[in-house]
């Protein structure tokens, strides 16, 4: 079975600085990997996958995220917060070899403070 | 172009009632996902359809939920009896054709549903 991981409900931040915002996943096979965003009272937007090739993934909004192999990891990455960057964030997986759903981790939360 | 629409936004209903939540996917995404949200809560995966192929109902929660979709486009959530535990917003999503994996979802508003 596939599995998504968010150790952390919420994350802070100050405007400027580098964010990070964590994701691991389990899989039987190789992961297809997604992060979306969602502010409030709207939909999730799309960030960024990985499905093959380059580790380093470069999305929307200036956001990246770098997939680890080893570690099991995806996390989501950007070099600069904005106080608009605040938002509900989830981390999903595919497995491959396992049906076609998508298994989403429990989102967290990250605030950017001026 | 036109994005995923959903109808109605928000949806307040008695207990007991039968509820039905539209769904409009991206023209030419053969593939559509029904997820519920309860609040503070992860997206919970319903209902997967995929062309002409029979459904994956596996994350139906109860036979009170049931979905279907008219000539591979619209797809409507009818949920039987309504509970108090069944208030949540409901996002539907819609993806080109899965057989690679990678394909992106693209989701919905969403549909806000308030049982008293």
């Known amino acids: 079975a596939q599995s998504v991981a968010q150790p952390e409900d919420q994350v802070n931040v100050a405007e400027g600085n580098p964010l990070t915002v964590k994701c691991t996943y389990s899989?039987?096979?190789?992961?297809?990997l997604f992060w979306y965003v969602q502010y409030p009272n709207r939909g999730l937007q799309f960030l960024l996958k990985y499905i093959t090739g380059d580790n380093l993934v470069k999305g929307s909004y200036g956001f990246e995220a770098e997939f680890n192999k080893s570690q099991t990891s995806f996390h989501l990455k950007k070099p600069s917060a904005l106080v608009s960057d605040s938002a509900l964030y989830f981390c999903a997986v595919r497995d491959m070899n396992y049906g076609q759903n998508f298994v989403f981790g429990p989102g967290t939360r990250l605030s950017v403070l001026p | 172009g036109a994005g995923v629409s959903q109808s109605p936004s928000n949806k307040v209903t008695e207990k007991g009632k039968d509820v039905e939540l539209r769904c409009d996917p991206i023209s030419g995404h053969t593939a559509l996902y029904w997820y519920r949200q309860s609040l503070g809560q992860g997206l919970e995966f319903l209902i997967y359809?995929?062309?002409?192929?029979?459904?994956?109902k596996s994350g139906l929660p109860s036979d009170r939920f049931s979905a279907e979709r008219t000539g591979g486009s619209v797809s409507t959530l009818t949920i039987q009896r309504t509970q108090q535990e069944d208030s949540a917003v409901y996002l539907c999503?819609?993806?080109?054709?899965?057989?690679?994996?990678?394909?992106?979802?693209?989701f919905g508003p969403g549909t806000r549903l308030l049982v008293l």
């Open positions: 359809f995929q062309g002409n192929s029979a459904p994956d």
């Open positions: 999503a819609s993806s080109r054709r899965t057989s690679g994996g990678g394909e992106t979802q693209y």
């Open positions: 899989v039987s096979g190789n992961p297809y």
